[in-house]
């Protein structure tokens, strides 16, 4: 069966901490995953990985996957509290036809 | 600008009433659309795969039907909601793949908020 597991599932911080968003998974055929940010509506885009061992850098968010291990982490240095909100993880993989699972999801919360 | 639209945003009607939700892709083809619904405070979960000229693939536990997709054009995908009742209140997102090899995204639509009473 396949699956996207997200850890932590949430986290509280202080502003100008750094987390690690972690997401893990399990599926067939897989091509590439996706890092989304969800706030109040639907879900906007961060990071799309393919490659091993490449970081992905977006200002003070960055990225990688390890596709031997299966996982994915999400960087984010010096939060601020703009940062509050969901983080979503998608790897993109063929059962078929392609599509995306997501995972759990992370509630971060940044507090000033 | 925004790519995928839906359409309407928010709903609201009575038990047993039928619902239909519209997404667009704007600038581009979509043959494949997906349809998400999140209960609040939990992730996206994938209902079904929407595919332009074909039966939508429905993911385990989603009866279809129940709700009712149609893919009418390389542009359009609908879910109907039929019969609605009180949970199926949730938020349901609508989402067009573009695929081209090392530039994979998935483009959502604002989603619809639907509240049956």
């Known amino acids: 069966e396949d699956k996207v597991v997200q850890s932590p599932l949430s986290l509280v911080v202080h502003e100008g901490d750094t987390v690690t968003l972690n997401c893990s998974y399990e599926?067939?055929?897989?091509?590439?995953l996706l890092w989304y940010k969800q706030e109040k509506k639907a879900p906007t885009f961060l990071f799309m990985l393919?490659?091993?061992?490449i970081e992905k850098k977006s200002g003070r968010l960055s990225s990688i996957l390890d596709k031997k291990e299966l996982f994915s982490i999400l960087n984010i240095t010096a939060t601020q509290t703009g940062d509050s909100a969901i983080y979503l993880c998608?790897?993109?993989?063929?059962?078929?036809?392609?599509?995306?699972?997501f995972g759990t999801g992370t509630r971060l919360k940044v507090l000033a | 600008g925004a790519v995928v639209s839906q359409h309407p945003s928010r709903v609201i009607c009575k038990s047993g009433t039928s619902v239909k939700i519209e997404c667009r892709s704007l600038?581009?083809?979509?043959?494949?659309m997906f349809w998400y619904r999140q209960f609040p405070k939990q992730s996206l979960m994938l209902m079904a795969t929407?595919?332009?000229?074909?039966?939508?693939?429905?993911e385990q536990g989603v009866e279809k039907d129940k709700f009712l997709i149609n893919h009418a054009s390389l542009t359009l995908s609908t879910l109907t909601v039929t019969s609605a009742h009180p949970e199926d209140s949730s938020f349901y997102i609508c989402?067009?793949?573009?695929?081209?090899?090392?530039?994979?995204?998935?483009?959502f639509g604002p989603g619809t908020r639907l509240t049956v009473l």
């Open positions: 989402s067009a793949p573009r695929l081209a090899g090392s530039t994979d995204t998935q483009y």
């Open positions: 599926v067939t055929n897989f091509r590439s």
């Open positions: 393919t490659s091993s061992g």
């Open positions: 998608a790897p993109l993989f063929t059962s078929g036809t392609y599509k995306y699972i």
């Open positions: 600038d581009f083809q979509a043959t494949t």
């Open positions: 929407s595919n332009e000229g074909s039966k939508a693939t429905y």
